[in-house]
């Protein structure tokens, strides 16, 4: 018997279609519950809020069976998981941010080398300034973090005329675009790529994997992008390199995250900053909605449900 609550951080009379039979309750962080937690077998975690709030009632879910975020990554509900029983599945949301993340990624990238935040900033002075930037075209970009975002990306790359496009995840395969090369390769990849695209998950082994050793790597005039965790980027080290000139960076998520207003980051030479916007656009709700619907159906049916990322009490998948 599943516990019939299912807690929603969108108003379930706004999402059509949620089989029958749960009682769903809207809950979007806010301090009240919206009914008991121990009642809550189906939880999905409150989408873009502040550090703790998701896992807030994790610790009084005693009947939960599934945790599912609306974000790609789940290392913010990691933390909450060692109160639950085992066997709880916690699902994230392959098949929400591709779309919008693959396209700022895009957009990042052209921005960058094309210097549009200088023309922006000269339009506001009314100055006409031209220049000589590099294009996209006949760079090759390195894309370290190989799943479903990785690969939009790379479906976004594809009419920009690229000389290459390299391919890196945790462990080696083949893909119909090419083969995507383990995280040992890493070293080897980076002094070749022009640009090079984080969009990896935050895990043990992920943290500062962009540390001062990674960075020396990469060669002269490279532009580095982040679209995955800020802490999978060593800081001060990315400051050491901004500041010497060797390298860009364009960076939609940060370590701290929010960006304190006097960090230097802001002010580093030749760095872009967006506020973590990768996932929330138009493109958010309906595809959340298409996974929620489609998640909530198995669960009804006491089926295995999709995006599986981690069962308590098990190994990580």
């Known amino acids: 018997m599943t516990a019939a609550d299912v807690w929603l951080p969108i108003p379930p009379d706004e999402i059509d279609g949620l089989p029958e039979g749960p009682r769903y309750r809207f809950w979007d962080g806010?301090?009240?519950?919206?009914?008991?937690?121990?009642?809550?077998?189906?939880?999905v975690v409150p989408y873009m809020k502040p550090a703790g709030v998701g896992v807030r009632p994790l610790p009084l879910m005693r009947s939960v069976r599934v945790v599912q975020t609306l974000s790609a990554g789940t290392d913010h509900v990691e933390p909450g998981l060692r109160d639950l029983p085992p066997g709880v599945r916690l699902c994230n949301a392959r098949g929400v941010h591709?779309?919008?993340?693959?396209?700022?990624?895009?957009?990042?990238?052209?921005?960058?080398?094309?210097?549009?935040?200088?023309?922006?900033?000269?339009?506001?002075?009314?100055?006409?300034?031209?220049?000589?930037?590099?294009?996209?075209?006949?760079?090759t970009v390195l894309i370290v973090g190989y799943?479903?975002?990785?690969?939009?990306?790379?479906?976004?790359l594809v009419p920009f005329e690229l000389a290459r496009v390299a391919r890196v995840a945790r462990s080696a395969r083949a893909t119909e675009r090419g083969p995507v090369h383990p995280l040992t390769e890493l070293p080897a990849l980076l002094p070749e790529a022009d640009v090079v695209v984080l969009s990896t998950p935050l895990t043990e082994t992920t943290r500062h994997l962009v540390d001062a050793g990674f960075l020396a790597r990469m060669k002269d005039g490279a532009l580095l992008v982040n679209v995955a965790r800020g802490g999978v980027v060593d800081t001060k080290?990315?400051?050491?390199?901004?500041?010497?000139?060797?390298?860009?960076?364009?960076?939609?998520?940060?370590?701290?995250?929010?960006l304190p207003s006097d960090h230097p980051l802001w002010r580093a030479p030749g760095v872009l900053v967006t506020p973590h916007v990768g996932g929330p656009t138009s493109a958010f709700l309906p595809r959340a909605e298409r996974l929620l619907r489609d998640q909530l159906r198995r669960y009804v049916n006491q089926?295995?449900?999709g995006n599986v990322v981690l069962v308590t009490g098990a190994e990580a998948l």
């Open 237 to 258: 080290a990315l400051l050491t390199e901004l500041e010497s000139g060797r390298i860009t960076a364009a960076l939609d998520v940060t370590d701290p995250e929010p």
């Open 98 to 139: 591709e779309a919008s993340t693959a396209e700022l990624a895009l957009a990042l990238i052209l921005a960058s080398l094309r210097g549009i935040p200088g023309f922006v900033r000269a339009q506001d002075r009314g100055e006409w300034r031209g220049g000589f930037r590099p294009a996209l075209a006949d760079r």
């Open 30 to 43: 806010a301090e009240e519950f919206p009914a008991d937690p121990a009642d809550c077998g189906f939880y």
């Open 147 to 156: 799943g479903s975002i990785g690969a939009a990306i790379e479906d976004r």
């Open 303 to 305: 089926e295995e449900p």
